[in-house]
């Protein structure tokens, strides 16, 4: 059986005891837990007790736990994802990177993911890429052990696969440079079939996000609302013998996430039944899996009114 989780980006409106219980008490068993200035500082005091203080409600709630660290405005209230390991002031990211290496080694973490981040226009490419080979190394040395998961994304300087496996080959293919692997962003971005990229990057694998979304377009969407289909998705991961976390990636749902959630797990479920019946199940999005959102339990009607509501509260966007 496949592990199905929830990003706590997902949950910005909850303080983080909260979103946990909400997380678990729907059946997930896992938790991507994005570190910001509201779910788990970083920089605030006291951090190594509040750290034991989630690494015990982890326990007690049975999640395991990834750490993302994509949140946007921690490190800079002036500039999205600001800096990165291709800016000039990049020793700040890299400290970053390393203290949540430590939070994740105390919190029992599978992994910790991370991504390039887009060049700055002054930055030669040539130039951000040295940064980003040195950065990433200074990362693995100071990781402890604890797994890394490279995310390629829409936008920045590694974007695909084939980036991840240059970046992986200039640093020497370290054991523990492993992949984070965005479904969606497969989608977007990457020029062969889904389920290809799972089985082609499978032994790589150390952290899945897991979403829908359309070709060329990078925003997050509930499942059922793009063009992927999921149920051969699933069924690539099962046959490649992965055994991480598969977390919902729905940033931009926090306004509405128990419910969210609630419809992800239940589509999500429903997909990983479909993919053990191959002849039964729909080869791609669209009519079909949607048709099977509701046969998972979710009234069109609830979907079509949510999604009119997210539209008027956060204008669209990835």
């Not at 994802?81 to 990177?97: C, N, S, Y």
């Not at 100071?142 to 496996?165: C, K, N, Q, S, Y």
């Not at 931009?252 to 999500?268: E, I, N, Q």
Request: proline share 6%.
């Amino acid at each position: 059986m496949i592990r199905f989780g929830y990003g706590t980006n997902g949950f910005a409106n909850h303080r983080l005891p909260d979103a946990l219980d909400v997380i678990a008490d729907l059946g997930y068993t896992g938790v991507a837990l994005t570190l910001d200035h509201h779910h788990l500082d970083p920089y605030a005091d006291g951090l190594g007790q509040r750290v034991a203080k989630v690494a015990d409600r982890l326990r007690t709630l049975g999640l395991a736990v990834v750490v993302e660290t994509g949140a946007r405005y921690l490190l800079d209230p002036r500039r999205k994802h600001a800096p990165t390991l291709l800016d000039d002031d990049r020793d700040k990211r890299i400290d970053f990177l390393l203290r949540a290496a430590a939070i994740g080694a105390d919190l029992g973490a599978e992994a910790v993911s991370f991504w390039s981040g887009v060049r700055p226009a002054h930055v030669r490419p040539e130039l951000a890429w040295d940064r980003l080979v040195e950065g990433c190394a200074r990362v693995l040395e100071g990781a402890r052990g604890l797994p890394l998961g490279f995310e390629p994304e829409p936008g920045m300087l590694v974007d695909t696969i084939a980036g991840w496996h240059a970046l992986r080959r200039a640093l020497g293919a370290p054991d523990g440079f492993g992949l984070t692997l965005d479904i969606g962003h497969c989608r977007c971005n990457e020029p062969e079939p889904v389920p290809d990229c799972v089985t082609a990057v499978a032994e790589h694998l150390v952290n899945v996000q897991i979403d829908d979304m359309r070709r060329g377009t990078h925003e997050h969407l509930e499942f059922g609302e793009g063009e992927i289909g999921f149920p051969p998705v699933l069924r690539a991961l099962a046959a490649a013998g992965y055994r991480g976390l598969v977390a919902v990636e729905l940033p931009r749902h926090s306004h509405a996430a128990p419910d969210v959630a609630a419809r992800s797990l239940a589509f999500l479920r429903h997909a990983e039944r479909a993919s053990l019946h191959p002849a039964e199940a729909p080869a791609s999005a669209g009519g079909d899996e949607r048709a099977s959102v509701r046969q998972a339990g979710v009234p069109a009607s609830a979907r079509e009114g949510e999604r009119s509501e997210r539209g008027a509260v956060e204008g669209g966007g990835a």
